[in-house]
């Protein structure tokens, strides 16, 4: 009798076993699919930011050598080119103009309406794409870096949507969630920086918002990073940094990069959220607003002024530059930094598609020359370099954090990291001076102003469409009472 029950038992034992495990299973395979659309949608990121990698590269290589060939070229390329890439960006993509992070930084703050949808739109990012490339060949000194935020931001987005859609959602995810992987996921893949990636996105994305930090959300970001490691190789973007700490005086030289290039930058930032209508007289400034487009014209030639004094060394992102700068070159001109930090700034007052992080860097690279060469032999110039290029990016951006950890990894400086926060964090109080508001969020309060607008006028839009049969009945009905 006692070996019977428990036979009797077990078929119901063996039932109950076998669907707790098909429970488990399902969950497990829900989980799987979720994780697997999401390492989709990062490899998705990753393999567009490469590609996008790849167009800057190849423009920034047909501008130098149509410059070689012909060194007054620049005079024509760079007002004709501004003004009509300003032109196409306000015809087609006004979203796309910019760095794109502003952009992204104000869809996090949003609803879900259509004006946060222009925003992070796939097509005003496909346009950011051909635009960026045409402002790198004509000689604007931008970067590809900023747009691959807001490009990565469009695909992650529509790939979650498109899998809605399907009926299989990314459950958990948000739109905010998808932006922010996306965005994130896109600056780790552009600089081949993963944990930059994290640090972006917590710092500076997660600025002001509730965003969610689920760790699928950091996973993404990571594999959108790790594929491109995976596909060029962990290769630093500047190359690795030979130097090492100075065996004296190290904290005063990381505190006078710091504080050189938290005035300088803090100056850029500042100009940069102003405006060019902001630095002109004011009989001026109803013009500079009212044409855009010949102002580009105007800006182009400027940059071609700049480009004249520094043996046009100071067009596109000047990755190179910044490289000799790292590796103890000295600038071909006095002043580089500044020339850099001008033309930047007269890149981005134009409107065009482009951003500013590389530049940033080359220009602290310029400055930190510059403190190098005055100090002669008691710095190694080439510690300095590095130090203020974390720092004016820091000041230009007032993320102290992201500044160091992607110059660490873009310059494979890893022993250095302690010495670049310092210099960063410095920079960026030195900065704050200037303006007490970081320029990506200041932005992007224009471009969330923009979408509410655009909201208003769609609803508006929409309660005419609604009236409209009211009205038109009321007047037909009106003749009719007025008649005998």
């Not at 996973?219 to 962990?234: E, Q």
């Not at 710091?258 to 500042?270: D, K």
Request: some cysteine.
């Amino acid at each position: 009798m006692s070996l019977i029950a428990p036979l009797r038992r077990l078929p119901f034992q063996a039932r109950r076993a076998i669907r707790r495990k098909a429970r488990q299973l399902r969950r497990l395979s829900r989980k799987t699919l979720q994780l697997t659309l999401l390492l989709g949608g990062a490899a998705l990121v990753a393999l567009v930011s490469l590609g996008f990698a790849r167009l800057a590269d190849l423009a920034i290589a047909l501008n130098g050598r149509w410059l070689a060939a012909l060194p007054w070229l620049g005079w024509v390329l760079l007002p004709f080119g501004l003004a009509l890439i300003r032109w196409a960006t306000l015809r087609y993509a006004p979203n796309a103009a910019g760095s794109g992070i502003p952009q992204v930084i104000a869809s996090l703050s949003l609803p879900p309406t259509g004006g946060r949808r222009q925003l992070t739109s796939l097509v005003q990012a496909l346009w950011k794409i051909p635009l960026t490339f045409a402002g790198l060949v004509f000689g604007a000194s931008i970067g590809r870096e900023g747009p691959s935020v807001q490009v990565g931001a469009a695909v992650m987005l529509t790939w979650g949507n498109f899998w809605k859609k399907m009926g299989v959602p990314l459950k958990g995810f948000h739109a905010s969630e998808l932006i922010a992987a996306g965005a994130a996921g896109g600056l780790a893949a552009a600089f081949n920086a993963p944990l930059a990636g994290v640090i972006f996105a917590i710092e500076e994305l997660g600025r002001g918002t509730a965003l969610r930090w689920q760790r699928l959300v950091l996973i993404g970001v990571l594999a959108s990073g790790f594929l491109v490691v995976a596909l060029v190789g962990n290769n630093p973007y500047f190359g690795t940094f030979s130097g090492h700490s100075l065996a004296h005086n190290m904290l005063a030289w990381t505190l006078v990069c710091g504080l050189a290039c938290g005035v300088l930058g803090g100056i850029f930032s500042h100009a940069l959220g102003k405006g060019p209508a902001a630095f002109v007289p004011a009989r001026w400034r109803g013009w500079v607003r009212r044409h855009p487009v010949q102002l580009a014209f105007v800006l182009g030639l400027g940059l071609a002024a700049v480009g004249l004094y520094t043996h046009n060394t100071v067009y596109g992102t000047g990755y190179a530059h910044a490289s000799q700068a790292l590796a103890g070159a000295s600038p071909e001109v006095a002043g580089f930094g500044v020339a850099k930090l001008a033309a930047t700034l007269a890149s981005y007052w134009a409107g065009i598609p482009g951003g500013i992080f590389t530049p940033a860097l080359t220009t602290g690279a310029g400055i930190g020359a510059e403190i190098g060469r005055l100090a002669g032999s008691a710095a190694d110039p080439r510690v300095l370099v590095l130090l203020s290029m974390a720092a004016f990016l820091a000041a230009a951006t007032q993320a102290p954090l992201t500044a160091s950890v992607v110059v660490m990894e873009m310059t494979g400086s890893q022993p250095m990291l302690f010495w670049l926060l310092v210099g960063s964090l410095f920079a960026s109080v030195v900065s704050r001076q200037f303006g007490p508001h970081a320029f990506y969020h200041n932005a992007a309060g224009r471009y969330r102003h923009r979408a509410i607008e655009y909201d208003q006028a769609q609803r508006a839009k929409a309660q005419a469409q609604r009236q409209a049969p009211a009205q038109a009945a009321n007047q037909a009905v009106s003749p009719e009472r007025a008649s005998p």
